[in-house]
C-alpha cells in the first residue's frame, strides 16, 4: 500500500475551551510504511502523539525547509501575487509525461485551490474526505521530490472556543452522519449512472431504494454519466420525514456559526466544496480561508498559529450567500484580507482585516458598490443593456500616486490599510482582475458573455475618480486574464490593452471579422512569463461510442507566443487510481472521467505546478 495515496490517521482536535490564539491544532505527517497496516498505524499514532507533546514537528532531515529568497508584498498565492504574469520565469514550452515531468504524486483529496509554491514546499488544500475527514484540511508537499510532507486540520469549530461541548460533539456528528448517506448513496448510484441512469419508474431504482430504506431517503431519479444523482441536487431524492427532520435539526445548529451549508440547503455537493480559495504565505507562516468562513494561521511545519471566523466579526445575518465564493486572501503590511462574496445585490458580501500576528480583527466592510452612472453612460453603446458578471472573488491591490488601494470583484474600493471605502465603485466579475499599476490602468472580465472593461483611476482631493477607457460584450470573454509585456490575454485571444478590440482579425467577404486564436484556451487560470502565455483545460468524458475502460481523462495545456503564435500543445494523463483512491472519489460523487474541473496551476521559480482533481504535476527543465 501506498502511504502517499492513504488518508493519514485522524487524530483528535483541540479542545473548544482553548482560545482562538492558542497554538495548536491537528496534524498528520508523513511516515514510512515499516510492515503491516496495523504497524503502521500504531506507529503513525505514536509520531503524532509525540508531535502534538512537543508541540514543534519536524519535516525530514532530507526534505529541510528553505525559504523563498523573494516574497511579493502581498505574498504568494492565487497566481503567484494575483496578477498571473511572472516575467523572469522560464518554464518549458514543451512537456508531458514523458517529457520535463519533474515528479507527478497523487493529492490528499480534490480542491478548486491553486497549488501555492513557497521555497522548497508547494501548498494545497484539500476537501474533506467524507469517509475520513469531516473538515478541509491544508497540505504540504516537498517541491522537489513531490512527497507529502505533512496534513493539517483546518475545524472550525476551533474557531469558537465558547462552544458548548453537546453542540460541538452535535456538529461533528451531524457532518459525519451527512457524508456518510451520501457516500452510501453516490457508490449505490453509480452503476446505473454508468449505464445510462434511470428515469423515475425504472425497475433498478425500486432496488436500489430499498438498500436506502433505513436512511429515510429514496432515489427519484439517477443523470446519466458519472456523477450519479448528483446532476438533480437533492431535487432527485424523496427526503422521508425522519431525513427532514435530521436535517432541519443539523441546520439549526450549525447556522449561528454560518457553517458552509449549501450541500445541506441545495445538495450542491461535489462541485464547489469548500475549499476555493488558494492559501497565501510570506515564506514564515500560511494563511487559509474556507467557505465555513474560517481563516486560520499555520506556520511552516503546519502548527496552527490561531484560527477564527468571520461571523465572529459581524452581525450581518448572511455571509457569502449559499455558496460562499471565497476570494483568495491577500497580505498586506501586518493585515491578512479576507472576502466572501455572495451575490451581486451586495447583502451578503463581507470583507475582513485580520491581524496578521493574532488573528483579531481590525476592520470590516461590505464592499459591495454600484458603478457609477456617469461611467455606464459612456459604456452604453446602440442602446445595448451593460451587464456585468455576478460578483466575484478577486482582490487585487493597486497603488495609485502613492495612495494604496484594494479592489474587489464586489465593485468595493478601499484605501490601504486603514480601509476607508471610497464612495464610487468598480464593476463586478468573476474571476479576476488584472492590474496595470505603471499606468493606473484595470482590466475586467466575466465569463458567460458578460464582457470584458478597461478603467484609469486616479485619487483626487482624497477621493477615487474613474475615467472608462473601453468595455466590450460579446461572447468567449472567458473567465480569466493576465496583464503583461504591454499585452492583454484572455482565454483563446489577446486584445489591443489601449482599445479592448481583438487582436489579428480579417475581414471577410461579407464584412465580418475573424480571428484567430492568439492565446491559449483556459478553463480557470491563465499564466505568462516574459515570452509565453500558458493556460489549462480538462478533457470531459469519452466521446460517444467510445467505452469509459477505453478512456484515459487528460489536461491540455497549450502554450502561445506573446506575438499570438501557438508552440505547443501538452498533454498530461491521469494514470490508474489505486482502489483506495477510486473508491474516496466515487463516494464523493466525482467524475471520474473528469481529469479536472478547476484546472488550476501556479509557477515558482522556473517550475510549472498543475493541479489536476486527482493529482500534483510539477513541469520544469530536466
Known amino acids: ?254 447556522r449561528p456559526y454560518h457553517l458552509f451549508d449549501s450541500w445541506v440547503e441545495l445538495g450542491v455537493t461535489g462541485r464547489s466544496g469548500v475549499t476555493l480559495a488558494t492559501p497565501v504565505s510570506d515564506g514564515k507562516h500560511i494563511w487559509v480561508f474556507t467557505s465555513h468562513v474560517t481563516v486560520a494561521c499555520f506556520d511552516m511545519d503546519g502548527k496552527r498559529q490561531w484560527i477564527t471566523s468571520l461571523r465572529r466579526m459581524t452581525k450581518q445575518k448572511s455571509i457569502g450567500g449559499p455558496y460562499t465564493y471565497l476570494a483568495s486572501p491577500v497580505l498586506y503590511g501586518d493585515l491578512v484580507l479576507a472576502y466572501a462574496a455572495g451575490t451581486s445585490r451586495g447583502n451578503d458580501n463581507f470583507l475582513a482585516a485580520i491581524d496578521r500576528e493574532t488573528g483579531e480583527a481590525r476592520w470590516t466592510a461590505n464592499p459591495h458598490v454600484a458603478v457609477p452612472q456617469s461611467v455606464m453612460d459612456t459604456w452604453k453603446s446602440g442602446g445595448k443593456k451593460i451587464r456585468f458578471g455576478r460578483t466575484g472573488r478577486p482582490l487585487q491591490i493597486i497603488d495609485l500616486q502613492g495612495t494604496p488601494v484594494l479592489l474587489t470583484a464586489a465593485g468595493g474600493v478601499f484605501r490601504l490599510p486603514d480601509g476607508k471605502k471610497f464612495e464610487v465603485g468598480i464593476p463586478n466579475g468573476l474571476p479576476t482582475l488584472a492590474v496595470d499599476d505603471e499606468h493606473d490602468v484595470i482590466y475586467g472580465a466575466a465569463n458567460g458573455g458578460f464582457g470584458r472593461w478597461s478603467l484609469a483611476l486616479k485619487i483626487i482631493d482624497g477621493e477615487l475618480a474613474l475615467e472608462p477607457r473601453w468595455f466590450h460584450q460579446d461572447k468567449g470573454t472567458g473567465s480569466s486574464l493576465v496583464y503583461g509585456g504591454g499585452r492583454v490575454f484572455l482565454s483563446g485571444f489577446q486584445v489591443d490593452p489601449a482599445t479592448g478590440l481583438r487582436l489579428g482579425g480579417t475581414e471577410n467577404a461579407k464584412g465580418r471579422y475573424q480571428y484567430p486564436q492568439t492565446a491559449p484556451e483556459n478553463r480557470h487560470t491563465l499564466l505568462a512569463t516574459r515570452t509565453h502565455v500558458y493556460g489549462c483545460t480538462s478533457s470531459k468524458g469519452p466521446k460517444r461510442g467510445v467505452a469509459p475502460a477505453d478512456y484515459t481523462p487528460l489536461g491540455t495545456i497549450q502554450v502561445f507566443t506573446h506575438a499570438g503564435k501557438k508552440v505547443a500543445e501538452n498533454t498530461l494523463t491521469r494514470g490508474e487510481l489505486s482502489p483506495e483512491h477510486e473508491a474516496r472519489m466515487i463516494e464523493q460523487g466525482r467524475n471520474l472521467n473528469l481529469w479536472a474541473y478547476a484546472c488550476s496551476m501556479n509557477i515558482g521559480g522556473d517550475r510549472l505546478y498543475v493541479a489536476s482533481q486527482d493529482f500534483l504535476y510539477c513541469i520544469g527543465e530536466k
Open 1 to 254: 500500500m501506498n502511504t502517499q495515496q492513504e488518508l493519514r490517521e485522524q487524530t483528535a482536535t483541540s479542545s473548544p475551551g482553548r482560545s482562538p490564539c492558542l497554538l495548536n491544532g491537528t496534524i498528520h505527517k508523513r511516515t514510512h510504511q515499516i510492515c503491516g497496516a496495523d504497524l503502521f498505524r500504531v506507529v503513525t499514532t505514536l509520531v503524532l502523539i509525540a508531535a502534538a507533546i512537543a508541540m514543534a514537528p519536524t519535516a525530514n532531515a532530507a526534505s529541510e525547509y528553505r525559504p523563498p529568497a523573494k516574497v511579493p508584498p502581498v505574498g504568494i498565492g492565487f497566481r503567484g501575487d494575483g496578477g498571473g504574469y511572472f516575467p523572469d520565469a522560464k518554464i518549458p514550452v514543451e512537456f508531458g509525461d514523458e517529457k520535463n515531468l519533474l515528479w507527478k504524486t497523487p493529492l490528499v483529496n480534490w480542491s478548486h485551490s491553486s497549488p501555492v509554491p513557497v521555497g522548497n514546499r508547494v501548498l494545497m488544500m484539500a476537501e474533506p474526505t467524507w469517509s475520513g475527514a469531516t473538515w478541509p484540511q491544508l497540505t504540504c508537499f516537498d517541491a522537489d521530490t513531490g512527497e507529502l510532507l505533512w496534513v493539517a486540520d483546518v475545524n472550525p469549530l476551533d474557531a469558537f472556543p465558547d462552544m458548548p461541548t453537546e453542540t460541538r460533539e452535535a456538529i461533528t456528528a451531524d457532518f459525519k452522519w451527512y457524508y456518510g448517506w451520501h457516500n452510501t448513496i453516490h457508490t449505490l448510484c453509480r452503476p446505473i449512472a454508468r449505464a445510462g441512469g434511470a428515469k423515475e419508474g425504472d425497475p433498478r431504482l425500486a432496488k436500489l431504494n430499498s438498500k436506502l430504506a433505513d436512511l429515510d431517503v429514496a432515489v427519484k431519479a439517477i443523470c446519466g454519466g458519472d456523477s450519479g444523482y448528483l446532476g438533480r441536487g437533492h431535487s432527485a431524492l424523496d427526503m422521508k420525514e425522519g431525513m427532514k427532520s435530521r436535517l432541519d435539526a443539523m441546520r439549526r445548529r450549525i
